[in-house]
């Protein structure tokens, strides 16, 4: 072990974590140190920044992990980067790179996760992880940059790349270092645009960014990432998991156990909030969380956004719960799996959707839980679906049940948010035996209340129940593309462009 890997495992014995864990933070917290440094790069000199990016996250890896494990990760970005340049208007190039870049990270992940018999929390594959995001969506973003503009997607034209990068670029984007442990995952032109200083990024003549104040965006991002990982500190040996599967709380009513659940759920959040409001804070100081004015002039920051916590705890359906949590990875299931299964014309069903969550459980690894949360989840979705089709119009304008709405809402976020704290658990266990415990400790709630709700909607008729009894009260029932969305789509702000925008078309 390195001399800072032994300073970070005495400082993880005193704290009472595990070492993996103390490890993250150090990552996470050194890309602020790294971010001043990077802004006395001048904003014209974009070879340097794209060094600058590889030789930082190059140095945080080998501070920790084996140098093996860089050398594997810089092969698999060049395997993708030959693949791309060669082979880019080849219709199976980036389903080739997405099957073979997932395929391996997914032996990567056996390796430590089954074979191994010391899996940890936090380790080289968590930065990995991003890196599948990436390469995935380039490769698709190289396809599309071959494709005439009106056969591409129409949310995916702005990502499409038009003009194939140098291997420095391309290295950067993948080495970026602000987002290089746990992301978020941009779009290789979002990066481009911030090297290059266009669109929002644009530079003046002088060569000064003109990119707001970056201090209350910072500030906001890094103190809640402190909060939670004090929430995280103090409370996540008290309200764990484990407790409903050891025997200590077996003695405990039915009702406190399902309220420790709940204790334990939002505790259990508070490690990846830390690290993605760390995360955030740390591209917002470097620049690169900056989206752009919206229609009120306002400058919003919202690029390197990867969770809203209220938008969270506080969602009234599976719909609005997915839309706030990972949303980059959300992004990537979307753009690189969701939207590529489903045909021109055709609405999506529910192999598309379980296609889906089990690319995202595959991304996150071996562990039965996560099979177990998943399968639960994409349940989860489609009740939560049919819902907002059949009965939620029942309490909106001009229904006779309007009034009823405020009723509606509340049991919405009740039902959504105790459930995910259930569906949640076994990600968090990991093990079958100890996921099946912790269901059967509350009585297997959530799983019996989804069960019964989608087969008494989609099964026994009580969706067109529903649809009677709205038709009877003056509602007109609509079906919309976003009700068929199952995995996190966040409508883009209204960006206004800003003098130089066009400075893309120019170069």
């Known amino acids: ?73 810089a092969a698999t970005c060049a395997a993708t980067y ?10 199976w190039m980036p389903a080739a790179v997405f099957v073979c870049v997932l395929a391996h990270f997914c032996a990567r992940l056996f390796a430590v996760q089954v074979l191994s018999s010391h899996a940890q929390k936090f380790d080289a594959t968590t930065p990995m992880m991003v890196l599948v995001i990436k390469l995935t969506t380039f490769a698709w973003n190289v396809y599309d940059g071959t494709k005439k503009e009106e056969d591409v997607i129409p949310e995916l034209r702005s990502k499409a790349i038009r003009k194939f990068p140098d291997l420095l670029e ?39 960014s003109r990119i707001p104040s970056r201090i209350l965006p910072t500030l906001r991002a890094t103190l809640g990432g402190l909060c939670w990982m004090a929430v995280m500190v103090v409370f996540s040996k008290t309200y764990s998991y484990e407790r409903l599967v050891d025997g200590t709380t077996a003695a405990w009513p039915l ?11 939002l505790v259990a959040r508070s490690k990846f909030y830390t690290a993605w409001l760390l995360s955030e804070g740390a591209c917002n100081l470097v620049g690169i969380g900056y989206s ?8 919003q920051w ?71 949360t998943f399968s639960l989840g ?3 979705s489609m009740v939560g679906r049919s819902m907002r089709r059949n009965v939620r119009p029942l309490f909106l304008e001009p229904s006779k049940y309007a009034p009823l709405k405020p009723l509606y809402d509340f049991l919405g976020w009740l039902l959504t948010w105790t459930a995910i704290n259930f569906i949640a658990s076994p990600f968090t ?15 297997y709630y959530a799983l019996v209340g989804l069960v019964v709700m989608y087969l008494g909607m989609e099964k026994l008729g009580g969706a067109q129940a529903f649809r009677r009894m709205g038709k009877n009260a003056g509602v007109v029932h609509s079906r919309t593309a976003s009700e068929d969305m199952e995995v996190p789509v966040v409508a883009e702000r209204e960006v206004k462009a800003v003098p130089d925008a066009d400075l893309r078309k120019r170069k």
């Not at 014995?13 to 790294?34: E, N, Q």
């Not at 609405?347 to 039965?368: C, E, I, M, Q």
């Open 1 to 73: 072990m390195s001399h800072l890997e032994l300073a970070l495992a005495a400082a993880a014995s005193k704290l009472g974590m595990p070492t993996d864990v103390v490890k993250g933070g150090f990552m996470l917290t050194s890309a602020y140190p790294l971010a001043l440094v990077y802004a006395l790069i001048p904003a014209r000199q974009t070879t340097l920044r794209h060094l600058f990016s590889v030789a930082a996250s190059a140095s945080l890896w080998l501070s920790l992990f084996a140098a093996q494990g860089l050398a594997e990760i």
């Open 170 to 208: 391309f290295f950067g984007f993948a080495f970026f270092f602000a987002a290089f442990l746990v992301g978020p995952a941009f779009d290789f032109n979002d990066y481009r645009d911030y090297t290059n200083g266009l669109g929002v990024f644009a530079v003046s003549k002088e060569g000064k």
């Open 255 to 265: 009702w406190k156990r399902f309220l420790f659940m709940q204790a334990c759920g």
């Open 82 to 91: 030959v693949a791309a340049f060669f082979f880019r208007e080849k219709r």
């Open 429 to 443: 266990l990991w093990a079958l035996d100890k996921s099946i415990a912790c269901w059967a400790s509350v009585g």
């Open 378 to 380: 994409a349940v989860y």
């Open 292 to 299: 752009g004015l919206d229609k009120n002039g306002e400058p």
């Open 302 to 372: 919202d690029r390197a956004r990867n969770v809203s916590v209220l938008g969270f705890e506080l969602a009234q359906n599976p719909k609005l719960l997915i839309d706030a949590w990972n949303v980059r990875t959300g992004f990537w299931l979307k753009n690189c799996v969701y939207l590529r299964l489903v045909k021109p014309g055709q609405k999506p069903g529910g192999l598309v959707t379980f296609a889906t969550f089990l690319t995202s459980a595959l991304w996150h690894g071996f562990h039965l839980g996560y099979y177990l």
